[in-house]
């Protein structure tokens, strides 16, 4: 039996201003129109033998992003960890072997990062079969991608003797300089470190307790304080949070004497970086380009531009990353990609929302979008997804003013400031609206089977999102 594991706690900060804080490059449609990143994960497990609905461990943040995307899928039976901190991959994967061995005896764990991109699935689950045997002969699986380039962004594996349909370990390597990425390629001995792991979860626990015992305490501890949380499993923070952070490779795979590596070729990228997709999207049909959205070119070659949007347009340039979103736009050097994360370092050092959040901000009843906002005003479009409904709840600094552009909105409000004893529940259908006062108990529900959409003005002193009391949520918020 397989459980996936699928780990889903990365920022993508290399790919601002589309991947953000809170909605970060694992929950976008990078690599196709349809999917996220996650959901490609998750589906290329289709065809496996015996292979469970997945574990995904995501922080508290994302959970209901999570959530909404795989039940999109019709996945309603995974188990979500919370981490309450982010302490790495080791003791996530301890995490997920724990709960992993509640539901089956000794279950075989084929770990996963989110946000990860493959291109033939076919190759994918020959590796995974391939692993299995491994598996079986009590070895610690990675897998290792055939590469094609003196890559300097990535680890390398360095194959050992040769076992069934594989190789042992004989180093993990760190990312190397372009002297040495060259020596690796040449050689033909060294493969780039996928990040994607396949064990029993009984064998890893067992090796973190031989080389990396702390972290399992810590791990055991907290993992023995988890709670249930409507679907998801939070676990306990206070230990959690004592825990060392370190990665698999350094805690376990680097020590053990089970380390074994498939060597596959199944059109493999992380993404890491605006760079990556180009190479994945690039057409010699369009001048070299790759482009995404409402873009016109003349005379440009070997760029990735990415409209969000509006019209972008580029004229004689070449080698650049132009992307637009509706509140930012990046311009940068193809061969300077990695550098975006400098932007996104320098957003949060002067503490601006940029880094963290789109205009469109999404919560689990659906998602809101601000369309102005100047002194004493906004407005937004709300989004509420057909059978959801907002918390019940109050503002003291600002009165709203609703109207329903499409589907069916059910309002219940006080009748006056603070009135929590006089409820009551109108419907309101498309050209209609109505006026939520300061200080008004209120709460919005979809009871249709079409989304929701109003626009919200909103009038007052302060505006922030931090002014809501809320004295009932559906989705358990404080």
Known sequence: ????????????????????????????KLNSEKHSLLQETVL???????????IVVCNDQHRFLVAEQLGSLGISSSRILLEPVGRNTAPALALAAMAALETAEDPVLLVMPADHVITDVVAFQTAVKQGLELVEGG?????????????????????????????????????????????????????????????????????????????????????????????????EGASFAECRSDSIDYAVMEKTRRAAVIPMDPGWSDIGAWDALYALKASDANGGNAVQGDVLLHEAHGNYIRSESRLVAAVGVDDLI????????????????????QIVNALKAQ???????????????????????????????????????LSLQMHHHRAEHWIVVQGTARVTMGEGHGDTENLRSFLLSEDESTYISLGTIHRLENP???????????????????????????????
Request: aromatic share 10%; proline share 4%; net charge negative.
């Open 139 to 235: 070895d610690l699986v990675t897998f290792g991608i055939q590469p094609d380039s003196p890559n300097t962004g990535y680890g390398y594996i360095h194959k050992g003797d040769p076992r069934a349909g594989g190789y042992g370990v004989s180093a993990f390597v760190e990312k190397p300089d372009i002297k040495r990425a060259k020596a690796y390629l040449e050689s033909g001995e060294y493969l780039w470190n996928s990040g994607i792991f396949l064990f029993r979860a009984g064998l890893y626990l067992a090796e973190l307790a031989e080389h990396a015992n702390d972290i399992l305490q810590c791990c055991e501890t907290a993992y023995h304080g988890r709670h249930e949380d409507l679907d998801f499993l939070r676990i």
């Open 1 to 28: 039996m397989i459980i996936p594991v699928v780990l889903s706690g990365g920022s993508g900060s290399r790919l601002w201003p589309v991947s953000r804080e809170h909605y970060p490059k694992q929950f976008l």
């Open 351 to 389: 503490q601006r929302s940029e880094c963290h959040t789109h205009k469109s901000v999404y919560r689990p009843w659906g998602h809101y979008r601000t369309m102005v906002i100047s002194e004493g005003f906004q407005v937004k479009e709300i989004v509420v997804n057909p059978g959801h409904t």
């Open 448 to 478: 249709g089977v079409i989304a929701l959409k109003l626009i919200e003005v909103q009038t007052g002193s302060y505006l922030g999102e931090d002014d809501i009391v809320r004295f009932n949520d559906a989705y358990g918020r404080e």
């Open 322 to 341: 132009i992307v637009e979103t509706d509140d930012a736009v990046l311009v940068a050097d193809r061969s300077r990609a990695q550098d975006t994360k």
């Open 44 to 54: 290329r497990l289709k065809g496996l033998s015996d292979c469970r609905d997945p």
